[in-house]
């Protein structure tokens, strides 16, 4: 088993940054491929990044390339998430998750492991 717990959301104006941070306990968690989601209110789960079990590979959504940076630090078990130049459209709840598989993915049912979520307001 695997616990996953968000921190670093809050309110930030149009243009600022955050840095989201995701805690795991419990199994390896060297070995697991990490991944960031979000959802915005009435819409669907969606991918925003992912990273490799070493830290070597990362894949982001289109509209986050170039804005945000995924990291993980595998002697502290956390994966972050530095996110800059934010937008409105960036507001949504934000879930970190793990995947036991190789590989990196897109999918929400292709991670094992949620977190509770963080919430990310942009405001304009």
């Known amino acids: 088993q695997v616990r996953l717990v968000e921190s670093g959301g809050g309110l930030v104006q149009a243009g600022g940054s955050l840095r989201l941070s995701c805690a795991a306990s419990?199994?390896?968690?060297?070995?697991?491929?990490m991944g960031w989601f979000r959802q915005a209110p009435g819409k669907e789960r969606g991918f925003v990044a992912a990273i490799g079990w070493s830290g070597g590979t990362t894949h982001y959504v289109d509209s986050v390339k170039g804005r945000f940076t995924i990291s993980r630090d595998n002697a502290k078990n956390t994966v972050y998430l530095q996110m800059n130049s934010l937008k409105p459209e960036d507001t949504a709840v934000y879930y970190c998750a793990a995947r036991t598989s190789t590989g990196l993915r897109v999918g929400v049912y292709e991670y094992d492991y949620w977190g509770q979520g963080t919430q990310v307001t942009v405001s304009s």
């Open positions: 419990g199994r390896t968690f060297s070995g697991y491929a």
